[in-house]
C-alpha cells in the first residue's frame, strides 16, 4: 500500500507507556488469541478475564515507569496515523457528496496494556475496539504482532482493514445504525442478539470495502496484493475460523462476527460498489448474508 508522503491524523492521543502490567504464563499474543475467540464466540469481558486465567493466565497489574517504544512500534503509530487521515478525508468527502451532512471525525487512541474509556477500561486482550461512548478507537499496536504470530494475518493492507473495520463502526455510530442496534440487542435473548452483532460487524466490513473503494480512488494506493491481505485477513478473524482453530468445532448461535466466506464477501462488496446504500445487512436473513 503506497503511503508515502501522506498526512498523518491529528485526531490522536497518544497514551502508551502511561499503564501497563506484568503478565506471566500466556504472554501478551496468547491472551489477544485467548480474548478474540472468547469474543467471537459471544463472550464478555468477564469471561475474557476468566478464560485467560483459566489458561494460565495475567499476573499482577503494576503501572510502568518507563516506556520506550521499539522501531517496529513506531512505524505503526505512524501508518495508524496515516490511515485514519485517509478515513477522514473518505469519509468527510462521500457524507458532504451525499447530503449526509458533515463527518465528526473519531479519535484514535494508542495505548499499551490497558486505558480507561467511556465503555469501561479497555485492554490490550481485548484488541482494537471502538468505543462510541466517547467516539474513540483504542489500538494497543501489539494486535498487529498478534495477527502476524497467532493468525497469520500480515500485511499493511491487512492492518489497514482492522482500522478501517473500526472507523466502520464510527460510521455506524453517526448514522444511528449502531445505537439502534444496541437498543434491540438490549431486549433480545443472548443468541437473537447475537444475530444482530453479526449484521453490526458485516457492515463494519462493509464500510472498510468501501473506503478502501475511495481510498484508491483518490490516492491510487492499493498495489498488487493488497486485496489478498485483506481477504486473508477477513478469514481467519471469522467466527467459524477461529472456533475450529480453537476447540475444532464451530456453533453457529454463539457467531458474534459472521463467518469467513460473510466476512470476505461484504469487505469485496464495499470495495466493489462503494456505495453504502448497499450494505444494509439488517434487512437481510441469515440465509443472505
Known amino acids: 500500500m503506497r503511503l508515502d508522503g501522506r498526512r498523518e491524523s491529528s485526531n490522536v492521543e497518544d497514551r502508551r507507556g502511561m499503564s501497563g502490567g506484568t503478565v506471566a504464563g500466556l504472554g501478551l499474543g ?12 459471544g463472550g464478555n469481558l468477564g469471561d475474557v478475564i476468566q478464560n485467560v486465567q483459566n489458561a494460565g493466565g495475567i499476573g499482577s497489574m503494576s503501572e510502568q515507569t518507563s516506556y520506550e517504544p521499539t522501531a517496529e512500534n513506531e512505524a505503526l503509530a505512524t501508518f495508524s496515523k496515516q490511515i485514519l487521515a485517509s478515513t477522514e478525508d473518505v469519509w468527510s468527502a462521500y457524507f458532504r457528496r451525499n447530503g449526509i451532512g458533515e463527518y465528526r471525525n473519531p479519535t484514535l487512541v494508542l495505548y499499551s496494556g490497558a486505558t480507561a474509556t467511556a465503555c469501561g477500561t479497555g485492554q490490550a486482550a481485548m484488541g482494537p475496539f471502538y468505543c462510541s461512548g466517547d467516539e474513540k478507537l483504542y489500538i494497543d499496536l501489539s494486535f498487529f504482532s498478534t495477527m502476524r504470530q497467532q493468525l497469520g494475518a500480515d500485511g499493511d493492507f491487512a492492518y489497514a482493514y482492522v482500522i478501517a473495520h473500526e472507523v466502520g463502526h464510527h460510521v455506524q455510530n453517526l448514522l444511528g445504525t449502531l445505537g439502534q442496534a444496541h437498543q434491540q440487542m438490549a431486549k433480545m435473548s443472548k443468541t437473537d442478539a447475537n444475530r444482530v452483532s453479526v449484521r453490526i460487524e458485516l457492515q463494519a ?58 466476512r470476505m464477501r461484504w469487505l469485496k462488496k464495499g470495495m466493489t460498489t462503494g456505495d453504502i446504500r448497499q450494505g444494509n445487512t439488517f434487512e437481510l436473513r441469515d440465509n443472505q448474508l
Open 205 to 262: 466490513d462493509f464500510y472498510a470495502g468501501v473506503w478502501a473503494h475511495y481510498e484508491n480512488s483518490m490516492f491510487d494506493s492499493i498495489e498488487d496484493g493488497d486485496l489478498m491481505e485483506a481477504i486473508n485477513c477477513a478469514q481467519v478473524i471469522g467466527d467459524d475460523y477461529l472456533q475450529k482453530k480453537s476447540q475444532g468445532y464451530a456453533v453457529e448461535e454463539s457467531f458474534t462476527h459472521g463467518t469467513a466466506a460473510q
Open 30 to 41: 496468547g491472551i489477544a488469541l485467548v480474548a478474540i475467540i472468547t469474543f467471537l464466540m
